[in-house]
């Protein structure tokens, strides 16, 4: 992977942290065998540190399903106080855990590579929060919404995402589902009903 600093010092990570003390300063070219999430900086005397980017290198066999990377901070995503997928110090200790950070309305930036049949087709900073009701928050993997806005640089995720929809490019929001009540058991059963419904043409509301 090759970098261009612009005369600046130029830092990198590869777990996600954008503070410049958690990260490796990086003289030349970095050689990777397996698959990797870098995030880098420039830091360059008498300036603030430039804005972070992310990007990902998959080394994997070939396969037909689509790979979604999403580059965060951990500590701002798993820290026990301030993390957005944690309990923090707020949360009611009986379900559904009201107050938790996980019930705050929290966004934090996320960089977002969306990769289809080995070609990266969505590359952008978005913003993440937690998504859903109890069945989805109060879960170990939660729910999380991914929203486009003009000051992480573009206003809309760009992509056809659903193949039924092919006419459907500019998205502001995707959501990554954890299935809700479903989760940890069939967890597809909610989609493949929406698509037989969608198929087979219902008349149901």
């Not at 990777?32 to 994997?60: C, E, F, K, M, W």
Request: include cysteine; aromatic fraction near 12%; charged fraction near 25%.
């Amino acid at each position: 992977v090759s970098f261009n600093a612009n005369g600046g010092s130029l830092y990198v990570s590869t777990d996600g942290s954008e503070e410049l003390e958690d990260m490796q300063l990086v003289t030349e070219d970095i050689s990777i065998a397996t698959t990797t999430s870098l995030r880098a900086r420039v830091q360059q005397t008498n300036y603030l540190p430039s804005p972070s980017i992310g990007a990902s290198y998959i080394i994997a066999p070939d396969h037909e399903l689509p790979i979604l990377c999403l580059g965060v901070d951990p500590y701002l995503f798993f820290d026990e106080e301030i993390g957005l997928h944690s309990m923090g110090p707020d949360a009611d200790p009986e379900y559904p855990f009201f107050g938790a950070n996980f019930w705050k309305e929290i966004e934090i930036p996320a960089s977002l590579e969306y990769f289809v049949d080995g070609e990266r087709v969505v590359s952008q900073t978005v913003g993440v929060e937690i998504h859903g009701g109890k069945s989805s928050r109060t879960q170990d993997q939660k729910p999380l919404r991914l929203t486009a806005k003009e000051k992480y640089g573009k206003e809309f995720i760009e992509y056809p995402v659903f193949a039924t929809k092919p006419q459907e490019t500019y998205f502001n929001h995707w959501v990554l589902r954890n299935s809700g009540a479903d989760f940890l058991m069939a967890n597809y059963r909610d989609a493949y009903w929406h698509e037989v419904a969608a198929l087979e043409h219902f008349d149901i509301d």
